[in-house]
């Protein structure tokens, strides 16, 4: 199914060529392509060669790994009686899924601090701008206040409200 689509790609690439060809050729006159045609040619055929085999031997690396071929004879190593090839290495593959989570998550930078203000000081200066938002400018005594009400320093707390300000 896979190397079909990649053999109609093929085609379809070649389709393409041959009109670029008839286009340059056109213009520059007949056979002045042919050489750089010739090549492009060669080299996109070995690209879609290796693509198609790549494919296959993958999908056979997979059949394999699945146990799909013989499996009814023989026992897979590593499987017991009655366990399905398939969900062994289905499960095999969500564990190693989880396991890369974990390890994401764990290195997401831990010596970084906390992005952004605390949800109580955000929500402290959100409420004083709902209050003043026919004049949102604060005064130094209002900054002074808001600086204290939410426990952050006047160059935290400005910041944000100038930011939210232009968003009005």
Known sequence: MCCGKVDRRYKHYCDQMKGVVSSF???????????YSALAS???????RCLRDGIVAQIKATKMAMGEKDSTTTLIPGSTRGE????????????????????NMMETHPWRPQRGLPERSVSVLRAWLFEHFLHPYPSDVDKHILARQTGLSRSQACPFLHHNILMI
């Open 25 to 35: 050729e056109a213009v520059a006159g007949n056979g002045a392509a042919t050489v």
């Open 42 to 48: 060669r080299a996109m055929s070995r690209h879609f």
């Open 84 to 103: 399905t090839p398939r969900l062994r290495l289905l499960d095999q593959t969500l564990r190693q899924q989880k396991a890369f989570q974990q390890m």
